[in-house]
């Protein structure tokens, strides 16, 4: 199973992904705004689903959001 973005493109660890849309998350203050870059992702076992840092915080967030940077 092979783990793509929003467009298409394969996705692998260590690459950067842009938000494509503003995205509340759930247990965190503030919005990931559109345009964001999330820099040293990681695939999980699931190939709709990405893990990522943002600040101390690993989040999941789902590749239908993800466009590769």
């Not at 695939?43 to 967030?61: D, M, S, W």
Request: aromatic share 2%.
């Amino acid at each position: 199973m092979t783990t793509r973005d929003s467009n298409g493109n394969e996705l692998s660890d260590g690459d950067t992904v842009m938000v494509i849309k503003d995205l509340k998350v759930k247990g965190m203050s503030k919005t990931l705004k559109r345009g964001s870059q999330i820099k040293n992702i990681r695939l999980t076992g699931n190939p709709e689903q990405i893990e990522c840092r943002i600040g101390k915080a690993t989040i999941v967030l789902k590749t239908a959001f993800m466009k590769k940077a």
